[in-house]
C-alpha cells in the first residue's frame, strides 16, 4: 500500500481545490484471501459510472507505518477485523470514504450507494439482526456473535465528522474494544445512517423474492465464507462470484500479453 498507509491523494487533491475527487474505498485485505480482494476490487471498477480511489487495508504495512499495533485476538477472523477502523484517518479525517470487507462482489453502480449519503450522519452502514448459526467459517475460523454483527463489514464513514475525529485514531484502533469498535459504541444511535440491507446482501441469510426487484442484491456478501475457500465452493451465488473471476484472470492475461 505504500504511500496509501497516509492521507490519500483524492483528500489532498479536494483540500487543494483541484476539482471533485475519486469517490475512495478502503478494502479489508487478508493475505490468505487475495482473489477475493482482486474479485472485489474488479466488481466495484467495472460497474462504476463515477471514478474511484480504491485502496487495500494491509496490516503489515500498518504495522510498519506505527499506525496500528495491538496483538491479534483469538476471535479475529482476519487480519481486518480491527484496521478497518482506521478508514478514516487514512482518508485524512476528510469527506466520505467506504469501507468493506474483501468477500463482496459487486453487482450494481456504486454511484447508487454514493446518491445515499447523507451528511447528517457519521456513518452509515446496513443495520443486520444477523446471529449466525455456525461455529466456524471460511477456513475454520471461529465464528463469532454479538451486537449489531456485520454492520462493520461495510460502512460509510464521514471522515470529518467530530465524533469520528475524536474516537478512530490510531491509538484508539489499537487499544479499545472489539465491543467498542464494531458496535459504533462512540457514537448515537441517531448518528448511524440506514442503508438497505441489498448493498450488503448476506448469502445464508438475506433472501431474494422474485416478486419483488428491492431485494434484488446489489452487493453480495460472502459472509462465512465464499468459493474461494473449497469449503464453500458450492455456496450461494458461488457462480457469480467465480465468473467475475474468470473475466478477471482474461484481462490480466491479455495485459500480460500485451
Not at 451465488?237 to 473475466?247: K, Y
Amino acid at each position: 500500500m505504500g504511500s496509501e498507509i497516509l492521507p490519500c491523494s483524492a483528500a489532498v487533491a479536494d483540500l487543494a481545490g483541484e476539482g471533485p475527487p475519486s469517490f475512495r474505498i478502503f478494502i479489508g485485505y487478508d493475505p490468505r484471501e487475495d482473489a477475493a480482494f482482486e474479485v472485489c476490487r474488479h466488481s466495484l471498477l467495472k460497474r462504476s459510472s463515477v471514478p474511484l480511489e480504491i485502496h487495500p487495508i494491509k496490516q503489515s504495512e500498518l504495522r510498519a507505518a506505527g499506525l496500528f499495533w495491538r496483538e491479534r485476538g483469538p476471535t479475529e477472523s482476519t487480519e481486518f477485523s480491527f484496521t478497518r477502523f482506521l478508514t478514516p484517518h487514512l482518508a485524512g479525517f476528510q469527506g466520505w470514504a467506504m469501507f468493506v470487507d474483501c468477500d463482496f462482489l459487486y453487482l450494481a453502480d456504486i454511484k447508487e450507494l454514493i446518491a445515499l449519503i447523507d451528511d447528517r450522519y457519521a456513518i452509515m452502514c446496513v443495520h443486520h439482526e444477523y446471529a449466525p448459526k455456525e461455529t466456524t467459517k471460511m477456513d475454520g475460523a471461529v465464528q463469532t456473535v454479538y451486537p449489531r454483527k456485520n454492520w462493520s463489514s461495510m460502512v460509510l464513514y464521514n471522515c470529518g465528522h467530530p465524533k469520528n475525529r475524536a474516537a478512530l485514531t490510531p491509538e484508539a484502533v489499537s487499544t479499545q474494544t472489539g465491543a467498542f469498535l464494531h458496535r459504533f459504541t462512540w457514537l448515537d444511535d441517531a448518528e448511524i445512517g440506514e442503508i438497505p440491507f441489498v448493498w450488503n446482501f448476506l448469502v445464508g441469510h438475506n433472501n431474494v423474492d422474485p416478486n419483488d426487484p428491492t431485494t434484488f442484491p446489489k452487493a453480495i456478501h460472502y459472509t462465512t465464507g465464499g468459493p474461494w475457500f473449497e469449503r464453500y465452493k458450492d455456496c450461494e451465488f458461488a457462480e457469480l462470484w467465480l465468473e467475475e473471476l474468470e473475466e478477471l484472470n482474461k484481462e490480466n492475461t491479455k495485459i500480460a500479453a500485451a
